[in-house]
């Protein structure tokens, strides 16, 4: 008499030989890119580390999926979450697709470019490959209110761009340095991973953005085609896609709550929130 239920036999004999079906784990990389304060969760390397390591270890690792949903942000953490997933497909070996959602726009594309692959929807928004600040002035409004402007500085550039200080031709143009230099980098990385793919057309790097149809025209992308359509075309129905969850400790999520109740943090909450509407909202058609 047998005490194991046979419908268990296959799953108990994959886990004995280490056979089954292929897997290919999902990362989800959405939201803005950058650190946004306690009350709300950016996209950082530091974040994503843990759920990254864990899609590249898997048994039966087929490939890794990432799931790209951001209209952009910090250039930098754009660059480091890029390099380490393009560092652990290297040392598993294994090809990773990129599907591009709602927007895969600025530092939302430079993660999708750490792919071999891009796939999108027709109406998918893909591009914008540039850099971008913005900020106010408010000289005018300050003497308006009769409120004088005190600051002192040790270094004569340690203010510039100070947006109560009327702008000054030469800041301007350090800044624009700055953002050239960010740019040709953004570039350097998009042709590295695209290469002859890409399209001969002026506008390419000028910051535009396109529908995920034209993205496929212009070699931003590779087709059309939604996450769980093309991994079961190329590793069969079976296919396995768990979710890579990022996991936060009871530490961190006490550290969370607690800041949420400070005044500050809670402004600062807010801030970013604004600030991260109003990245969206630039895609929003």
């Not at 419908?7 to 886990?15: D, F, G, K, Q």
């Not at 280490?18 to 890119?33: E, K, M, N, R, T």
């Not at 535009?208 to 129905?237: C, K, N, Q």
């Not at 500050?264 to 969206?280: C, N």
Request: aromatic share 8%.
């Amino acid at each position: 008499m047998s005490f194991i239920d046979e419908t268990l036999v296959p799953r108990l004999r994959e886990i004995a030989t280490g056979d089954g079906p292929p897997v290919v784990p999902v990362v989800q990389l959405a939201g803005v890119i950058g650190n946004m304060g306690p009350m709300r969760r950016g996209l950082n390397i530091a974040s994503l580390a843990d759920p990254l390591e864990r899609a590249f270890k898997p048994k039966r690792l087929a490939a890794v999926a990432l799931a790209v949903n951001s209209p952009g942000g910090s250039p930098v953490q754009s660059a480091l979450i890029a390099k380490r997933i393009r560092a652990l497909a290297a040392e598993r070996d294994v090809p990773v697709y990129a599907f591009c959602e709602d927007v895969a726009a600025s530092g939302g594309y430079w993660l999708a470019a750490a792919a071999d692959e891009i796939f999108v929807d027709e109406n998918s928004i893909v591009g914008s490959i540039g850099v971008v600040s913005g900020g106010f002035g408010f000289v005018d409004a300050i003497k308006k209110l009769g409120i004088e402007r005190r600051l002192y500085t040790a270094g004569d550039k340690k203010a510039m761009l100070d947006p109560f200080q009327p702008e000054k031709k030469a800041e301007v143009a350090h800044l624009k340095a700055l953002q050239s230099e960010m740019h040709e980098s953004f570039q350097a990385m998009v042709r590295e991973r695209r290469g002859g793919k890409l399209a001969d057309d002026p506008d390419l790097f000028s910051g535009a953005f396109w529908t995920g149809r034209r993205a496929v025209e212009l070699g931003l992308a590779d087709g059309i085609g939604d996450l769980r359509s093309v991994l079961r075309e190329r590793y069969g129905d079976k296919v396995r896609m768990p979710l890579m969850r990022t996991r936060r400790s009871w530490l961190s999520r006490l550290q969370g709550r607690s800041a949420g109740s400070d005044a500050a943090a809670w402004t600062d909450g807010l801030l970013a929130a604004v600030e991260e509407r109003l990245l969206w909202d630039r895609f929003r058609l």
